[in-house]
């Protein structure tokens, strides 16, 4: 991976990997596409959980399987434009959307995780997810199909995108996180 050296720790690298990261969100996602239709906070959130999710993907998950993995730029090109369905579906959220956040999670748990945690050093997995988590605070909450998915426009992009997108959540009072519900 082209990403810089950690920080002395003494000794292994701590934190969360990417996979256990990513993981965590497919859950929440999961359980907000449970939940959908019982209550409107609900599918705010899931719509802004969804796009700081793919956000960060875009941002390092898709590289890195671009790098890391034999056959990864065909894999991570697919991965793309299926967010990109995802970001068109969340402009009106429905059943759709719902079985689109499921195929999404099974396609990255069956298929990307398991690729990336055969060819990625653990070190590199847990530099990915810090990355991931501190991509979040600073990735969009609502979809923009008309953005870069790729580095390095999206990582210039989505921080610019989410100023206004949590300008408006503020003005509106939208719920966006997943632990305010």
């Keep these: 991976m082209n990403l810089p050296p950690l920080p002395p720790v003494g000794g292994e690298a701590t934190g969360r990997n990417v996979i256990d990261v990513l993981t965590g969100q497919h859950r929440d996602l999961l359980s907000l596409c449970d939940r959908f239709g019982t209550d409107p906070r609900v599918t705010d959130?899931?719509?802004?959980?969804?796009?700081r999710h793919l956000s960060a993907e875009e941002q390092y998950l898709y590289p890195a399987i671009r790098t890391a993995v034999p056959g990864g730029e065909e894999l991570a090109a697919r991965e793309l434009a299926e967010d990109h369905q995802l970001l068109l579906l969340m402009k009106s959220p429905g059943k759709d959307l719902i079985a689109a956040v499921r195929r999404h999670v099974a396609a990255d748990t069956e298929e990307l995780f398991p690729v990336l945690a055969e060819m990625v050093p653990v070190?590199?997995?847990?530099r990915l997810g810090n990355?991931?988590?501190?991509?979040?605070?600073?990735?969009?909450?609502?979809?923009?199909?008309?953005?870069?998915?790729?580095?390095p426009w999206n990582k210039i992009v989505d921080p610019a995108v989410a100023v206004v997108d949590k300008f408006r959540d503020v003005v509106t009072g939208r719920t966006t996180y997943f632990s305010d519900l």
Excluded: C, K, N
């Design 45 to 51: 959130v899931l719509v802004a959980e969804l796009s």
């Design 123 to 126: 070190d590199d997995l847990i």
């Design 131 to 151: 990355r991931v988590e501190t991509t979040e605070e600073a990735a969009p909450t609502r979809p923009h199909p008309g953005t870069p998915s790729t580095p």
